[in-house]
């Protein structure tokens, strides 16, 4: 079957060309069209969505965007509304991620966009969300405005399903015309977003376009970043280089890099009774989007001295890593895919020899593996799809040494700690990079207004616009009524 | 006798085989397997990880097989490898850690290469006069390919046969001096070197507006792929071009297929149509699996190459490739490398991290 | 393909009776199957030998299993020839003559008598449990399989010592089988009834055979090969679901 992607504002009567992407599920595949533009089109994108940006989408007060943007989620939440019944069909042909944890992922990314929770980022990043509306008084005196750029580029990545909404939304809430490019991995979500948008409010037609082109057009790039006020980048440090190169200095450029992030197990998690749950939780984190995304943990740190020892942590998981495979199994590897894990796990292997009391769990289906170290305990990456080393430590410090050269890629942890234990260890986790601390189970799932990267999603998008006092007092001395 | 001799011994009878049964490489294969797992203690561990001990393998197909990385990782050798007489090292990766083949002796390689060479490169030849287009063992002590080329020459090269190479890399003057020989003579000639140093003569030629018919009987030997070392060709474009630039047919233009952590090589019968059949002789077979469940694809559907080969009488018999190929019945297609898989979401992957980690913080 | 083919089985007292028809029966299917015994070595590699016609492997080790140091030199013997262990059937028990006429009567009955049936049944499980673990939850994976009695539900002779003995050792499976079964290896029992011939039922007098006979649906009394059909499902990937259960043997006896 053949499924539109990508959303366009009206441009009059273009012929444009289409691009088509085919994705192979087990039970059939999909071809996604999607518009690809030629220059001088992508001009006129550009200057409609300016255009609608100013005119139309500023003209809006935030609290009536956060609602047009709440009845959109509500819409994409119901599973009875067409949009989230393709998405339920056809999220998981695309991405090759199991039905089950596709709308399970869905229903729990969503959820975190409804109406409350986006009153609770608007304040979190702007304090007083009618900045976005009008001047506001400032306590030292003046009045300042949030103003959001004419117009915001994205460029979305990876197959994680859904991703570009958190850079989209934030777009939409400071107001600012939106033109995102999709992932070749995942290009249906944004396009259905914005029909959803447009069926509730018409008159945003014309305030944000979704597109796809071939990645290194450096031209396109080059013209349609100096056309934009801000770029939001997602994808490997050197495809954001590159992107930055065609960055005129004028417009500003949000990076987001591949990150790695990790689980911390305290002792105080792992009695006979806990135990158990802690690394049940820890293994959901693992399978959820098969470690894809960046708040995917890598590794575990386990600390020793609770009832139940790091390396038996080690291999429960491994048999919740079994659990999960049979309630939702992995997606299809590719043969690519399938020869670096299991040269991975081979290697791992050989490595027994040096560590004999290195332990490589897996089945033989090499649906998952879990690699118990306790020798050299160290920081580095998994070949992601299921895999996990488990390695203990006495006290946080070792931990502290071993990530800390690494502290422009550290993202979240999940961590199973007491309260003081949380404390003092985010405390000291802060200061070598990491930027998101929260449960067990939860990694994959961050909650409304966080920072990603430790960056704010609205502020960094906005320029403040200030009104001095002695403007305003000075204005007064014009002032028709003045006496 | 010890019982390296023994196991060299018994090598060395299987490869003279003319005629051979299912059941005799099975034994062979086994024997080697019990002698490996006994001596080589690396490969014996990781043996005993995979509940895969001489005990409980009885056919050479549940033979564990080691990912070529392994080399880079432990020594997998039945003899103490500071004694090897020769240790061939795979070429530089983005770590810089090489492989390590270690051979004791080079008997059973030598063996192996000649008896293959002569049947699968020479055809009805006993010596032809030979140019090769790599550096010579001295230059290069560690490379298996150099070690196998300069035997290549020892044994089949006649008298005049040599090294056309300079520390520029091809030394055009002399290569163009042999094959205006080979025309004038008429005496068949072989250019037998690494692929990229063909590409590299192939563009020489072009610039200077030369081609040669050489004499019939004349061959040509290319291995290894381009290697980021010339332009990468597609390998229709490159045969064509030997083709039509030496006057050497596609079918008389072989490649090799071999590993540095092989004792074996595989030929293809002349390069007519891509991707050639490969095969080799019958001391070493190759199974086309699937990398996550080790379990053999049909015939005819891609997989990764494990090759299991009795020359490898020290280090370990059989071997995962990080090759994607099919099996067909006459031998297998090599469709190239398993390239590193990519990011498919925002997590970052291991070769990205290893980069990261190699730059300065900024 | 055998059920078992490339799968690592350990059967105690398997030997002779019911441990050697399990041992035959795994090999059936392609199993090495390590038999286990405590004196008599001819009988055990009668056993592994007949193993090996029947299509598997078979290797017979020597070893008191009520003896912690046994087993553990046993399990390292064993691990170090097989590379691993899969399944366990803990089948070995002390020699107990099942004569409903000559049995003890309570009042007659030592504690010593208890605890050399205990040390017999449960000790040798607990031991060869604490040996193979290791490997097992390294494997994640693994079945141990205890062979118990159908006395243990319905005790129509009160043998005191061995069916306490027995009803131990499945209490013991079930707390096994709950603190196991997050590191996917399952604990299950197999309780048949009176089997016959085994060394230990040759005594057992016609009239009491022909009394369970009469009360038996299937109306005969079991063989050592029926032992061996619910022990290869508890066994295998067929039962991967069930955990501290006990299949009853016994034609119906005990429902």
Sequence with gaps: MREIAGYLPDIGKEKFETKILTFQGKDGAIEAEIPLLNEKQMDMVIAKVKKASNETLKSFSSAEIVQIIDEAIERLLDRRSPYRQKAEKLLPIVTGYNEEIVRLG????????????????????????????????????????????????????????????????????????????????EPFFAGWFAQVLVEIEPRLADCFAVVWWKGGDEEREFSLFSQSGVVVGYGGNQSLQFLQSRIPITTRFLPFGHKISFGILSESSLDSRKAW???????????????????????????????????????????????????FPRRPLSMEESASLSSWRQKEEMGIFDHPNKEVLGNSANDWTVVYEENNIHFTPSCLNRVVKVMPFENIEEILSLVAPHRHLLQTIGMAANPKELFDWAESLGKVGVTRITALGKMTSPEAGWHHDGRFNLLDLVNMVDIESAAEESSERFAPYVD | MDQQQVIMENVLQFMQKDHLEEEDFNEQALRLYSYQYQFNLPYQAFCRQRGKTPRMVKAWRDIPAVPVNAFKEVALSCTD???????????????????????????????????????????????????????????????????????????????????????????????LDELNRAEETGEPYALIGASY????????????????????????????????????????????????????????????????????????????????????????????????????????????????????????????????????????????RVQGAEAKGCSITLAEFLKAAKEPLK | MGKFKGKVVLVTGASRGIGASIARAFAEEEAFVIVNYLQNKEAAEKVAASCRELGGDGWAIQGDVTSESAVNGMMDQIILEAGKIDVVVNNAFKPYIFNPDERKMLWELKWNDYQEQIDGALRSAHYITQAVLPMMK??????????????????????????????????????????????????????????????????????????????????????????????????????????GQTLFVDGGFVM
Excluded at chain 1, 115 to 135: A, I, M, T, W, Y
Excluded at chain 2, 215 to 242: A, M, V
Excluded at chain 3, 149 to 155: A, G, I, T, W, Y
């Design chain 3, 138 to 243: 390294k494997q994640t994976q693994g079945s141990i399989v205890n062979i118990i009695s159908n006395l243990v539900e319905r005790p129509i002779v009160p043998y005191h010592e061995y069916n306490t003995a027995k009803t131990a050792l499945m209490g013991y499976s079930r707390n096994l089988a709950a603190e196991l079964g997050p590191f996917g290896i399952r604990v299950n029992c197999v309780a048949p009834g009176l089997v016959y011939p085994t060394s230990a039922s040759k005594y057992t007098k016609e009239e009491m055979k022909e009394m369970i006979i009469a009360q038996t649906p299937l109306r005969r009394i079991a063989l050592p090969e029926d032992v061996a059909g619910p022990v290869l499902f508890l066994a295998s990937d067929w039962s991967g679901f069930m955990t």
């Design chain 1, 106 to 185: 869905l229903t729990s990314y969503l959820k975190t966009f409804r109406k409350h929770e986006l009153q609770r980022f608007l304040v979190e990043d702007l304090g007083n969300p009618l900045l976005l509306d009008d001047f506001q008084p400032r306590v030292t005196g003046g009045y300042s405005k949030a103003v959001g750029p004419e117009l915001i580029t994205h460029i979305w990545a990876g197959n994680v399903p859904a991703l570009p909404l958190w850079s989209l939304i934030s777009g939409l809430l400071v107001k600012a015309g939106n033109i995102g490019k999709v992932a070749s991995a």
């Design chain 2, 81 to 175: 490898p500071e004694k090897a007489e020769a240790v061939f090292m795979t070429s530089g990766t983005t770590k810089g850690i090489r492989g390590k083949h270690y051979h004791p002796n080079l008997h059973i390689y030598d063996r192996s290469m000649i008896l293959n060479f002569k049947q699968r490169f020479m055809g009805n030849i006993e010596k032809v006069r030979m140019g090769v287009l790599f550096p010579t063992e001295k230059e290069m002590p560690n490379s298996s390919l150099a070690h196998y080329l300069a035997l290549a020459v020892k044994e089949f090269g006649k008298e005049g046969s040599g090294y056309l190479m300079n520390e520029s890399g091809v030394d055009m003057d002399r290569l």
């Design chain 1, 277 to 327: 749950q802690s690394v049940h939780q820890a293994a959901l984190d693992v399978i959820r989007y098969d470690q894809q995304g960046c708040y995917s943990p890598h590794l575990f740190y386990v600390q020793r001295g609770g009832k139940v020892s790091p390396r038996e942590v080690a291999r429960m998981m491994a048999n919740e890593l079994e659990n999960y495979q049979k309630r």
């Design chain 2, 197 to 336: 140093s063909f590409v590299h003569v192939l563009e020489e030629l072009e610039r200077r507006g030369k081609t040669f018919s050489l004499p019939k009987g004349s061959r040509i030997l290319d291995t290894g792929g381009f290697k980021n070392q010339s332009k990468e060709l597609e390998l229709n474009d490159f045969y064509d071009l030997l083709s039509s630039s030496l006057g050497v047919s596609r079918t008389e233009c072989i490649n090799m297929y071999g590993m540095t952590e092989l004792s074996t090589q595989f030929y293809d019968d002349g390069n007519e149509s891509i991707p050639a059949v490969k095969s080799g002789p019958h001391w070493i077979r190759t199974r086309v699996i699937h990398p996550l469940t080790g379990e053999e694809m049909p015939k005819g559907e891609r997989g990764v190459l494990v090759h299991c080969d009795l020359g490898n009488f020290n280090s370990v018999t059989t071997i995962l490739t990080e090759d994607i190929g099919i099996e067909l019945e006459s031998g297998f297609l090599l469709l190239g």
